[in-house]
């Protein structure tokens, strides 16, 4: 019963950590789509302004994505090899 709850704690630990990384990732695609967005408007008004805030946005969309599908992989990746612990331990 020991080993149980020790790799459900430790699975739960790993698993909340991972899930709050995708949170931030999409917390920060929420911000490059406002950047993004920001670039346009200002696109009339204030060309190189708005060139490096819709370059910068690119640079975090991109970045955001790439996390999010790392820490994803990295959630599933997680819930195989408990599944595959507990079929062995039990």
């Not at 929420?30 to 009339?44: I, K, N, Q």
């Not at 060139?51 to 975090?60: F, Y």
């Amino acid at each position: 019963m020991v080993r149980v709850r020790l790799l459900i704690s430790t699975f739960e630990e790993d698993f909340r950590r991972a899930s709050e990384a995708v949170t931030n990732a999409g917390n920060v695609e929420v911000a490059g789509g406002f950047m993004m967005g920001l670039g346009l408007v200002l696109a009339p008004v204030h060309l190189g302004i708005s060139a490096l805030i819709t370059g910068s946005a690119v640079v975090v969309l991109s970045g955001a994505a790439i996390s999010d599908k790392l820490w994803n992989k990295k959630i599933r990746s997680q819930q195989d090899k408990f599944i595959r612990t507990l079929k062995l331990n039990f």
